[in-house]
């Protein structure tokens, strides 16, 4: 496709519940990442894939997150035992650059989260 | 600890009425300053990269510019279709990108 595309645009869990959030970056696109975006806030660093290689995990706020990009390619993002803080819009984002050249990135529109 | 500031938190501008933004940053190393804009449920676009200390660069009624320690976004002669929040974002020496909280900007025609 011609951009980065988040689904489920929308999720509504209840606490406890699993949820995978999925992402498919720009063809060709080498580095990968995920934010979390809380409502009046900035996007805060979740995690981030240089091809399928998962180097930098460490903005993940627990050990409920879990995320793959198995084939260097699409990703998604799990929620394990979602909790009411988990609630956010997740936002995926790609770039051709590798690590260190990465300011400028392609988003997609973001999957929001709503945990009841 | 790198650091991004931006000011104001809002702003409302008529149409037409310029202004400027503004993003205070500290960081080790600077190696890019970022602006993007975010419409209401979309994610942020990239709007231009800053590399050093007085460079400038300009996109329609945006113009950003860099000097060591801020950037600002100057808006020309805004229109409605300008509103959105801008989002300031630096990476340095850690290689990851720092963002600020953003300027919700209102232009009313």
């Known amino acids: 496709g011609a951009g980065v595309s988040q689904s489920p645009r929308y999720k509504v869990a209840k606490r406890g519940q699993d949820v995978a959030l999925r992402c498919d970056p720009i063809?060709?696109?080498?580095?990968l990442f995920w934010y979390q975006q809380a409502l009046g806030q900035g996007p805060e660093f979740l995690t981030y894939?240089?091809?399928?290689?998962?180097?930098?995990k460490s903005g993940l706020p627990s050990d409920r997150f879990f995320a793959e990009r198995p084939e260097g390619s699409v990703s998604t993002l799990k929620i394990q035992r979602t909790q009411q803080e988990d609630s956010a819009v997740y936002l995926c984002a790609s770039s051709p650059a590798g690590l260190g050249n990465t300011g400028e990135l392609f988003f997609g529109e973001g999957s929001r989260l709503t945990v009841l | 600890e790198d650091q991004v500031t931006q000011s104001p938190e809002a702003l409302r501008l008529q149409e037409g009425e310029s202004s400027s933004l503004n993003c205070s940053y500290t960081?080790?190393?600077?190696?890019?300053l970022f602006w993007y804009r975010q419409d209401p449920g979309k994610g942020p676009e990239f709007l231009f990269t800053?590399?050093?200390?007085?460079e400038e660069k300009e996109k329609e009624r945006l113009k950003a510019t860099l000097t060591k320690k801020e950037s600002f976004l100057h808006i020309t002669a805004p229109k409605p279709e300008d509103s959105a929040t801008y989002l300031c974002a630096v990476t340095g020496n850690n290689r990851k990108l720092i963002w600020g909280l953003g300027t919700s900007l209102a232009v009313n025609p």
């Open positions: 960081v080790s190393g600077l190696r890019g």
């Open positions: 063809s060709g696109h080498v580095s």
């Open positions: 800053l590399y050093s200390a007085g």
């Open positions: 894939f240089q091809n399928e290689a998962q180097l930098d």
